[in-house]
């Protein structure tokens, strides 16, 4: 079936400094969307993105879209203790999500 | 925005009791709500796929005579496990998602289940 790898599985970084998830399909996908769980927390949408290519932009945030549509990548600069927490891209099927394998992100102030 | 309420959020109880969980969509029709089992420190797992008025679509390996589902209107779908032992005990969410194009889901606070 179809599988979504998220790298790195744990990332700790300083405060300030920049901080990249990255997302790979074995298959293509339509569309891909990335959620943020806060420790304890429940999923939140963060953004979609269907275009080939497609970039967007939120703050200190960018999502972008792979030109084949079988990856994703989200960075974050200059993180903040305020971006701790998992990190999950899903792609979207007929009826139902699949979610990747997520990334934790600490911050160290 | 959309705001999808589960409960309960925490519930402790003895091996062989059944558990209900509800999660309504409080602002928009959920055509489509999923339920989801998280691990600590894992992703989310489906379970199940449901559908408004129509029976549910399990993930496979997952019992349907153990974790029944329940979406009986737009608003609104149970999960109930049934006869609980200590290995169902995990984080159970659900979510909602409209209708119409690729829609983002909307997470309910999930429940946090322990059977002893």
């Known amino acids: 079936g179809q599988q979504v790898m998220q790298i790195p599985q744990y990332q700790h970084v300083q405060e300030g400094e920049d901080f990249t998830t990255y997302c790979n399909s074995s298959?293509?996908?339509?569309?891909i969307q990335w959620y943020k769980q806060r420790p304890g927390g429940h999923p939140v949408f963060l953004i979609q993105?269907?275009?080939?290519?497609e970039v967007k932009k939120q703050k200190r945030l960018t999502f972008q879209f792979g030109e084949a549509k079988k990856n994703s990548s989200l960075h974050i600069t200059a993180t903040q203790t305020t971006d701790v927490g998992t990190y999950f891209c899903?792609?979207?099927?007929?009826?139902?999500?699949?979610f990747g394998t997520g990334t934790r992100l600490k911050v160290l102030a | 925005g959309a705001v999808v309420s589960q409960h309960p959020s925490r519930v402790i109880c003895k091996s062989g009791t059944s558990v209900k969980i509800e999660c309504r969509s409080l602002?928009?029709?959920?055509?489509?709500m999923f339920w989801y089992r998280q691990f600590p420190k894992k992703s989310l797992m489906l379970m199940a796929t449901?559908?408004?008025?129509?029976?549910?679509?399990?993930e496979q390996g997952v019992e349907k005579d153990k974790f029944l589902i329940n979406h009986a209107s737009l608003t609104l779908s149970t999960l109930t496990v049934t006869s609980a032992h200590p290995e169902d005990s995990s984080f159970y969410i659900c979510?909602?998602?409209?209708?119409?194009?690729?829609?983002?889901?909307?997470f309910g606070d999930g429940t946090r289940l322990s059977i002893l």
């Open positions: 979510s909602a998602r409209g209708s119409g194009g690729y829609q983002p889901q909307h």
């Open positions: 298959t293509t996908l339509s569309n």
């Open positions: 993105l269907v275009k080939s290519g």
């Open positions: 899903a792609v979207s099927g007929t009826y139902k999500y699949i």
């Open positions: 602002d928009f029709q959920a055509t489509t």
């Open positions: 449901s559908n408004e008025g129509s029976k549910a679509t399990y």
